[in-house]
């Protein structure tokens, strides 16, 4: 079927040519001209404008957006608001926060467009193995765009589904994500007490290796640990600066509202933060303390 | 090859079993007659005493033990010490202490005999998956043994090696089994916070079918998850009561004196012991002190 | 001088009546007739309404919000904004989030009306005690009520302070309320684990006592601690549940979008979430995990 | 009374002159002749070795042990067995573990030498304030030390106890250096988010003043850090290397055994150690796995 791509970045893009691989027909828009020119370089049709997109495509439209979540979703939004019409889908592949999400589904509902939420995992592996796709919105509206997301799921009838009304996407995808947080967080912590036992000289990744078959530890990022090991046992090179990209906090926040005890989620966000502060405070005034009522020594920077 | 078989119960009675299907003579011992018929019911060789599994077996010998760590692999051991013989090899395949596992090698390499860690992961898939094996101790002992071991893991040459001097496979597990604890945790609150949000209405079931094919969060785990939330959505009739079998404990206390930082793994063990408090002390205490020094109601038992 | 104190329920009762000790003014209002009794049963002046308590004041003005935070503090805030004028003083001596608090202050500020923001802690214990304030907002409109601080503080000069433009008040009294949580948790996992070593069999009322002189661990806390556990050292009849007022909520979010690492603080909350969940569905799906991988026996409930 | 002091460090030290104040007769040993120095310049008594502390103290002898827990500690007590005779008293009021205290004491139960182990708080300001003393052994030998302990405490009948039997005290007092932890971790937090919020541009020394008085959250140690604020706002020259002398991992490590949830204890604990990780081996491996995963760049080192 037609669907217009917003978005040509690293998602986008491989989700582009995913699709085009599967017979659709993609109308992609990036604002870069660079990533558009990546796009037709893989033989994808390319537009310079939302205006030209929405021209190129068949009514009902269907317009997949792939951008950065926060304002320039939001901006995308508002300028399709008046490009749409009455029954035309557009999907939010990206990771917005779910309460941005319904107030964007609330604005378009009135110009009778369909905001449909599908929370994507994948990574940049989606291409070849396909993505996991959390879809929330209109059932109608989402068994239209059928044939899209069983090109882009990982089997026809495997890795996607509605989950719920709008909005219900985009929250599965932000506890996907905290999940992912914890998960993460165990296996480094693991590997790290392996390293330090330094009297068994372990190969971690050996160790890796071993786990990824028949052990309760498997899974899909043990087998990119084991990689990231074999490539660089040490970590060398690699500072210990651990971003995130929002929807951890986004979870911790949510589950904090809901009054879930979510302790090993909360931790591993609260690591993320501890790493990328080399020059902590907290931990200059507990040194401090120590002086204070102890006469410790503390060590000067 | 011809092994013994210590212990005859729910690992170690699958685990014969492997061996007996991959063509391997196993001569089974369990104090339980309930276990050995279990076993003979299988076309197992079963034997009452350790005496005569280990009179049944050609020299140098293989006995593979799989009895509860503590007191009991601890007799064994010492019985085994004065019947076993020089170049006779005995693998440890539970979950000993690593530190236990160095003083009872010490103990046996004094009458010559090989003493073998086996860290094993799978539970009671393993018969159909074949187990994860974290192997230490001799390595001429090891190789020896390579065709139990290649029986045994879910394939030949996957799944399982030597990870070092004895020891170093008991160690390697006790880490295995502290990232599991992470690892589940981070699903459970996951999932909880999902059940939660009662406006989405989710179904965690789907959820779960959805994550496993091409998100990051796919892993075996998730898919143990899949069912159970599959048979049982609402976790009806379940207790939120959770054992901890030791290990986690182990893994804390070793982070500790290795000072490494394991917030995560840490709290998934606190969150166990949480679990089976239900009338907490420390609760009762911040209840009574809030209403000390802001009158705040206490809420009766 | 002249005040006026909105709200005579436990806090803003003592409040009116330590002023009136020190021989201030105040005129006190309450929706409710049994609040505005009660205060002039302790020979208070009271009235039925803000208009009468405006009308009661001479000019410029000086007002005290003693009522709870959220929605009841916006609609008295509301009504005093017509009711009040051009250099009049409104102090929110509540628990109102400091974000709420700019958002008033703008408002206010249009009418030429001062808005202060007075964190305020002491509990039931400020009348006799006196109050600690971290006071926020226009240096000469605090000034002026100077005063009026010096009899609510334990002494003239202590205890209180400008710490900044308004929402500053507020936002420090809100990480004064994360620190509290994470204080009373310590304190009661100290006493939680020395009452379960029964072999040494401790008189916790006897071990605060102890540690209330001369200790590291002295404290306002412990002394309250210390009497709680002399009235019932085993807190019989008190239910292991844990209230939070928000405050905590706030201090972990904040930290949070300041990329603080606060563990502590937020595993303070955390527990407090967790001691009402006492049916909670993570423990249930682990429980339900370990029976999937491990054959593990689940408790019925 | 007369007694000997065996160390004469920073806590010994002061101890010993804390007696002598009182009238007591302190016989002083230390092993470093610097450290009898300094107390005979107080006027104190020393001797240079055990041998002579035992011959200058009348029968029964009472001996007060301030020396690092660990090997100086066993050595001590090892040497003392010889020395001490039946019915004399030997105080241990230092750190030791107390499952190392209960193996002492058992040893010189033989000898009929009474061992009393003697928690002690109070740091180096105990000389001036007295200090906390947490006291576990025979009722009969603890009566006897009364004057000893009423001049080391605050007041005579206030900051110490017999809290049990031998092993009671040092196990006290571990769990007090628990607390002790997480108290401090908490207001660190706290000061870290208040220091974070730039808009606001807090004074922090002046917000630990106001809430030294009247607030919930006053205490000694609050006390200390005011004043560590107050010469050094900014911490500046002072590393964020949190040190920990061993009864922080005691009390994890114990409440623990004891199936108590002490979370807040045991992140307190971990956050020490997080400060002394510069190099943090998981966070590199969290910033590999995201680059694996959603190919996120890495920060070089």
Redesign the interface.
């Known amino acids: 079927m037609d669907i217009g791509m917003i978005g040509l970045g ?1 998602m986008g893009g491989n989700m582009a040519e995913r699709l085009r691989r599967a017979g659709h027909h993609v109308v992609g828009f990036d604002p870069s001209p660079k990533a558009r020119e990546a796009w037709t370089g893989r033989d994808g049709e390319a537009v310079a404008s939302l205006d030209a997109l929405v021209g190129q495509l068949p009514s009902p439209r269907a317009v997949w957006m792939m951008v950065p979540a926060g304002e320039i979703t939001g901006k995308t939004v508002a300028a399709l608001k008046s490009l749409l019409g009455r029954g035309d889908v557009l999907v939010d592949g990206g990771n917005a926060h779910y309460k941005d999400t319904l107030q964007r589904a609330a604005e378009l509902q009135g110009a009778g467009i369909h905001y449909v939420d599908c929370g994507t ?6 291409l070849a ?6 879809v ?1 919105g209109d059932s109608g509206a989402i068994e239209r765009l059928r044939p899209i997301f069983e090109a882009l ?3 026809p009838d ?4 509605r ?3 709008v ?2 996407g985009h ?2 995808k932000m ?23 330094q009297e ?4 971690l990744h ?2 890796a ?14 087998d ?2 084991a ?3 074999k490539k ?1 046992p040490s ?1 060398d ?7 995130d990209s929002g929807e951890g ?1 986004w ?6 509202d ?39 020594a ?4």
């Open positions: 690293r995992s994948g990574g940049v592996w989606g193995e396909g993505y996991s796709m959390m929330g799921a990982p089997a495997k890795g996607w589904g989950v719920g009304e909005g219900s929250f599965t506890v996907h994500n905290g999940i992912e947080y914890g998960l993460m967080q165990a296996y480094a912590e693991g590997f790290s007490v392996l390293r330090h036992k068994f000289n372990l190969d050996q160790v290796e071993i786990w990824r078959e028949g052990s309760v530890v498997r899974s899909w990022l043990l990119l640990t990689d990231a090991l660089n970590m090179g690699i500072a210990p600066y651990v971003a906090r979870t911790v926040a949510e589950a904090i809901l009054n879930v005890a979510a302790p090993v989620i909360s931790l591993a966000l609260i690591e993320r933060l501890r790493s990328r502060d080399t020059d902590s405070f907290s931990d200059k005034l507990l040194a401090a303390m120590r002086n204070q009522f102890g006469g410790h503390v060590k000067s920077e």
